[in-house]
């Protein structure tokens, strides 16, 4: 009898258990667009809460958080900056320019954590032939650098560099939930020098699907306009929120075990074609593989059972999660260990 496939693709493949399609199937539910689904205006509640924030709106995914955060406090034709690897320039199909027409100003920052004084020298001038900026866009934990975790007092001095220039921050906190469990730090602090800030319950949560984007309550009932705007409306959604609130309860507090197991897949590995390019803080591994050959290693895994993901030329992504256990990870290091060196 074969074994179950080991998939580390991301931490959005996890499947609900049993307790979380029963939290599901009994759900209390109403007309959300009616503003009448008491399960969902109770997800919402709880989760402006956490992130110390007036008001907060369920939405299907992390992307469309994120580009209702755009939405809802930029004009056509501002400026927005962030970091090069930035989810929502990478991975957003276009959405600032397509959805919100907004110019994006993108800043290679080491290590994917950005700085006061980058953000500084890449402002547009307040001048009649550039686009003026508007917002600042964040990302905690960054998944393109490793999983790595934004420090607070760089956030704290690029929010005040904003706010004294007129404009806001946004964070993309879809992975936030893995920074709170790796640094101790409340959600409401990680969250706090924010305008706004998005998080994802299918990442690291086990829900299979939802976000929740936050923010002051003006900026929440603009967003609100947007995703009827975008499609984002929907009846009964607290059969999904049901899901949500399982998975913060259920869920959190066990993501460092994925942060464990995403360190020891890390230092288990011991190849000298394959090598970790960033600091492994929290539960996503990136290896860099020498020659360029991240198809052949992505083919080596799969005929082992494990599963990943291409993450660039020369790159590849393990991301351990809800569904991986121990075993799993041997399995993936004696596969790692196996490929096949260059010569």
Not at 30 to 44: A, E, K, W
Not at 156 to 185: C, N, P, S
Request: proline fraction near 5%; include cysteine.
């Amino acid at each position: 009898m074969s074994q179950p496939v080991v998939d580390m693709r991301s931490d959005t493949v996890t499947r609900p258990d049993q307790g979380m399609r029963q939290a599901m199937a009994t759900a209390e539910v109403g007309d959300d667009v009616f503003g009448d689904d008491p399960t969902v205006n109770r997800l919402q509640a709880e989760v402006a809460a956490l992130l110390g924030k007036e008001a907060a709106l369920f939405v299907p995914s992390g992307t469309m958080g994120n580009q209702l955060a755009l939405r809802a406090q930029t004009r056509h034709g501002d400026q927005i900056l962030l970091e090069d690897g930035a989810h929502i320039y990478r991975y957003e199909a276009g959405g600032p320019a397509a959805l919100s027409g907004l110019l994006v100003t993108c800043i290679p920052a080491p290590g994917g954590i950005l700085t006061a004084g980058l953000v500084e020298a890449a402002l547009n001038p307040d001048n009649v032939h550039c686009a003026p900026p508007a917002l600042v866009c964040l990302e905690n934990t960054h998944n393109r650098a490793g999983g790595r975790i934004l420090p607070q007092e760089n956030m704290a001095e690029i929010a005040a560099l904003a706010h004294d220039a007129g404009m806001r921050v946004h964070l993309d906190g879809a992975r936030l939930w893995h920074a709170h469990i790796a640094t101790g730090a409340p959600l409401a602090a990680l969250a706090g020098a924010a305008d706004t800030v998005s998080v994802c319950f299918s990442k690291g949560l086990g829900a299979p699907v939802g976000s929740v984007l936050a923010g002051d309550a003006r900026t929440m009932a603009r967003a609100h306009r947007f995703r009827k705007m975008f499609g984002g409306g929907m009846r009964q959604v607290g059969i999904l929120a049901a899901a949500c609130l399982y998975a913060l309860e259920h869920n959190l507090v066990r993501l460092e075990q994925d942060h464990k197991r995403a360190r020891r897949l890390a230092s288990e590995v011991d190849h000298p074609d394959l090598k970790v390019g960033h600091p492994v803080e929290t539960n996503i591994v990136i290896f860099d593989v020498a020659g360029g050959r991240d198809h052949e290693l992505l083919a080596h895994l799969e005929a082992a059972g494990v599963l990943g993901v291409g993450f660039g030329p020369g790159r590849v992504r393990l991301v351990p999660n809800l569904d991986t256990d121990d075993e799993g990870i041997g399995r993936a290091v004696a596969a790692l260990n196996a490929f096949p060196r260059m010569t």
